[in-house]
């Protein structure tokens, strides 16, 4: 066998490879949450799911460098990774801070989580789970191995397009958490959007590992977005909470004062009573009840006795 045909013998087995990850990606989205305890064990079966990707990344001839790995690139990644976690970092700091911005950081699933829970999804299972291998299946192995036989830039529109379809099943479960879009035309409206947003996402994070020539770029990326935005929505919802529209603050606390605690407040429009209202002079004596009001206060009264 000619060396000519044993590169076109590789390049048609990588190629193969990539269909047939990107249909098991787009089908493992979709199905997953049929997985017996599959948010139990969504960290592990990630983790588990990247090792059995490096495996096969490895037996159809990827190295390292095709995946990202390279130590040489680890402190251009780190650094590329930083300067993006630092700018949505400010920008969801504007978000909570600006009024009109609020509804993006609006999501049903977040009531309830309590600090513990709060930190184990922000530092472990969006890190581990979500953000370590989505970047490891989408810009390491499927990146890497489309670039095998095509340009960086079409495997990165190439594997961009699947990483949006991978959030076709998230999607749904999102509108479903919240109440959201749901009239068929307004789903898939919603959905054919999440996907082309989530795509271009993607290739933003691809872009990333072009530039830095590492995979710890778009990694730390990808965990600033997910982590801080998560952070960003639970306070966001202690907020609301504490403080709906339409009662001030200062009235809740008003309000909430010599009540015992573990009870809920009382409303504000209860605080609030109307004015006794004072019969008038003419009101005929034998007409008036037992109580009556005068001067704002309450006083008993004596009924008279009526003569024929």
């Given at each position: 066998m000619t060396k000519d045909q044993t590169t076109t013998r590789s390049t048609t087995a990588i190629a193969g490879f990539v269909v047939a990850l990107s249909v098991v990606l787009v089908a493992y989205s979709s199905t997953a949450?049929?997985?017996?305890?599959?948010?139990?064990?969504?960290?592990?079966?990630?983790?588990?799911?990247?090792?059995?990707?490096?495996?096969?990344?490895?037996?159809?001839?990827?190295?390292?460098?095709?995946?990202?790995?390279?130590?040489?690139?680890?402190?251009?990644g780190l650094s590329w990774g930083l300067k993006v976690a630092a700018v949505v970092a400010v920008a969801l700091a504007v978000a909570v801070a600006v009024p009109a911005l609020h509804p993006l950081l609006d999501d049903a699933r977040i009531e309830g989580i309590g600090p513990g829970?709060?930190?184990?999804?922000?530092?472990?299972?969006?890190?581990?789970?979500?953000?370590?291998?989505?970047?490891?299946?989408?810009?390491?192995?499927?990146?890497?191995?489309w670039s095998r036989f095509t340009s960086p830039w079409r495997a990165a529109a190439g594997s961009s397009l699947v990483?949006?379809?991978?959030?076709?099943?998230?999607?749904?479960?999102?509108?479903?958490?919240n109440g959201l879009a749901v009239s068929s035309i307004a789903?898939?409206?919603?959905?054919?959007?999440?996907?082309?947003?989530?795509?271009?996402?993607?290739?933003?994070?691809?872009?990333?590992?072009?530039?830095?020539?590492?995979?710890?770029?778009?990694?730390?990326?990808?965990?600033?977005?997910?982590?801080?935005?998560?952070?960003?929505i639970h306070r966001r919802r202690r907020v609301v909470t504490r403080n709906p529209p339409g009662f001030p603050a200062h009235e809740l606390r008003s309000n909430s004062q010599g009540t015992r605690q573990g009870s809920p407040p009382t409303s504000c429009a209860a605080t609030h009573k109307e004015p006794a209202r004072v019969p008038s002079e003419s009101t005929n004596s034998r007409n008036v009840p037992r109580g009556v009001v005068s001067g704002g206060s309450i006083r008993s009264v004596a009924p008279r006795k009526q003569t024929m």
């Amino acid at each position: 066998m000619t060396k000519d045909q044993t590169t076109t013998r590789s390049t048609t087995a990588i190629a193969g490879f990539v269909v047939a990850l990107s249909v098991v990606l787009v089908a493992y989205s979709s199905t997953a949450q049929f997985i017996p305890e599959f948010n139990a064990l969504y960290v592990p079966l990630s983790l588990a799911a990247a090792a059995g990707l490096a495996f096969l990344a490895l037996k159809v001839g990827l190295e390292p460098a095709d995946l990202g790995l390279e130590r040489a690139t680890l402190r251009t990644g780190l650094s590329w990774g930083l300067k993006v976690a630092a700018v949505v970092a400010v920008a969801l700091a504007v978000a909570v801070a600006v009024p009109a911005l609020h509804p993006l950081l609006d999501d049903a699933r977040i009531e309830g989580i309590g600090p513990g829970l709060l930190a184990y999804r922000a530092l472990i299972r969006i890190p581990l789970g979500t953000a370590l291998f989505e970047e490891f299946a989408f810009r390491g192995v499927l990146f890497g191995a489309w670039s095998r036989f095509t340009s960086p830039w079409r495997a990165a529109a190439g594997s961009s397009l699947v990483f949006g379809l991978w959030h076709v099943r998230p999607t749904i479960d999102l509108l479903d958490a919240n109440g959201l879009a749901v009239s068929s035309i307004a789903r898939l409206a919603v959905v054919a959007a999440a996907v082309m947003l989530t795509a271009i996402a993607g290739y933003v994070f691809c872009l990333l590992r072009i530039r830095s020539r590492s995979l710890l770029a778009p990694f730390i990326a990808h965990t600033a977005i997910n982590s801080l935005a998560i952070v960003c929505i639970h306070r966001r919802r202690r907020v609301v909470t504490r403080n709906p529209p339409g009662f001030p603050a200062h009235e809740l606390r008003s309000n909430s004062q010599g009540t015992r605690q573990g009870s809920p407040p009382t409303s504000c429009a209860a605080t609030h009573k109307e004015p006794a209202r004072v019969p008038s002079e003419s009101t005929n004596s034998r007409n008036v009840p037992r109580g009556v009001v005068s001067g704002g206060s309450i006083r008993s009264v004596a009924p008279r006795k009526q003569t024929m």
